[in-house]
Nanobody
Framework: VQLQASGGGLVQPGGSLRLSCAVS????????LGWFRQAPGKEREGVGC????????DYADAVKGRFIISRDYAKNTVYLQMNGLKPEDTAVYYC????????????????WGQGTQVTVSS
């Protein structure tokens, strides 16, 4: 099983970034895919998740209306479109897979990718 997160970088406040999570070795038809972030000195927190099969999404209150999760079935890749970025969005972002649907709890995710750094700064 491999989850490969990419797309991070430096962006100005108000800008946008799209993160990608390429998944191999497991089926997103049977696993939920979550996005998480961890800022220095803080605990890892859930950002958003997509249910197995891609039928529904859920987001943390801090990012609702700004972040969107989507999926490319052919590429087995899940995206996190981040708009209206704020300095407080600065963190290392991770994608992870879980057999538990609709959760933003990191402890319920068994498969993790490496992180990608997102820095929002002027």
């Amino acid at each position: 099983v491999q989850l490969q997160a990419s797309g991070g970088g430096l962006v100005q406040p108000g800008g946008s970034l799209r993160l990608s999570c390429a998944v191999s070795g497991l089926s997103l038809d049977y696993h939920a895919l979550g996005w998480f972030r961890q800022a220095p000195g803080k605990e890892r927190e859930g950002v958003g998740c997509m249910s197995s099969g891609g039928g529904s999404t859920d987001y943390a209150d801090a990012v609702k209306g700004r972040f969107i999760i989507s999926r490319d079935y052919a590429k087995n890749t899940v995206y996190l479109q981040m708009n209206g970025l704020k300095p407080e969005d600065t963190a290392v972002y991770y994608c992870a897979a879980s057999l538990v649907a609709g959760t933003l709890l990191p402890g319920l995710y068994g498969f993790w990718g490496q992180g990608t750094q997102v820095t929002v700064s002027s």
